[in-house]
């Protein structure tokens, strides 16, 4: 069973704290993504990876930066959190060996005070 | 303008209707996923259909890719599909790009 798992699953943070979120899978897939949704709204690409050492960054990088030190983890940090940085984040895995289909981990919910 | 818009945004019906939903894009894309979410949840794929017609138990997707357009059919709906589904796209980059998703509602 392909598994991503997400942590921590909620998190408050303060306003110029650094936040990070972490992701493992063990689906041995080459790319990971992280994405971020709010209320009412479909998700949003942050940043992703294609494999260990890479990073890319998606369509709302700014004030995001990840990691990818492994072919498991992923992480995504917010040196300087803010409030509208407020919104449940998601980890996925996926690769073209899986049909490019994407495997979620549960949601990191992050609230900036 | 948003490159993948979903109709409608909410859906009500009674146990046993059934649901069409609609997905449009903006791009060509080289991968369409629909994905169901439970309220509060995480995502799970259910269907990959770039194009032509694919069935999986009540669920039923046709993606004409020329008009940039696919629909997810849900037959016999169940309290238990109640939630977001939502559609995404790759536009050959290795990215999916999501609409914002339609809620639906079965009532008992």
């Known amino acids: 069973e392909a598994a991503v798992t997400q942590s921590p699953r909620n998190k408050v943070a303060v306003t110029g704290g650094k936040v990070t979120l972490s992701c493992n899978q063990t689906?041995?897939?080459?790319?990971m993504y992280w994405y971020r949704q709010d209320t009412g709204h479909g998700l949003r690409l942050i940043h992703y990876?294609?494999?260990?050492?890479?990073?890319e960054k998606g369509d709302i990088p700014d004030g995001y930066k990840a990691s990818r030190p492994s072919q498991e983890n992923f992480s995504l940090i917010l040196e300087l959190a803010t409030p509208s940085q407020t919104s449940v984040y998601f980890c996925?895995?996926?690769?073209?060996?899986?049909?490019?289909?994407?495997?979620f981990g549960e949601g990191s919910r992050l609230i900036v005070v | 303008g948003q490159q993948v818009q979903q109709s409608p945004s909410s859906l009500v019906l009674q146990e046993g209707e059934n649901a069409e939903l609609q997905c449009n894009f903006s791009?060509?894309?080289?991968?369409l996923q629909w994905f169901y979410q439970s309220p509060g949840g995480s995502l799970v794929s259910l269907l990959s259909?770039?194009?032509g017609t694919k069935h999986t138990g009540r669920l039923t997707s046709t993606t004409v890719t020329k008009e940039r357009r696919s629909s997810l059919h849900i037959s016999s709906s169940q309290t238990t599909d109640s939630g977001t589904y939502l559609c995404?796209?790759?536009?050959?980059?290795?990215?999916?790009?999501f609409g914002d998703g339609t809620v639906l509602t079965v009532k008992p």
């Open positions: 689906n041995n897939h080459n790319n």
């Open positions: 259909n770039p194009s």
């Open positions: 996925a895995s996926g690769d073209r060996d899986s049909g490019n289909t994407l495997y």
């Open positions: 791009s060509t894309a080289t991968q």
């Open positions: 995404a796209i790759d536009t050959n980059t290795g990215k999916l790009t």
């Open positions: 990876s294609y494999g260990a050492g890479s990073t």
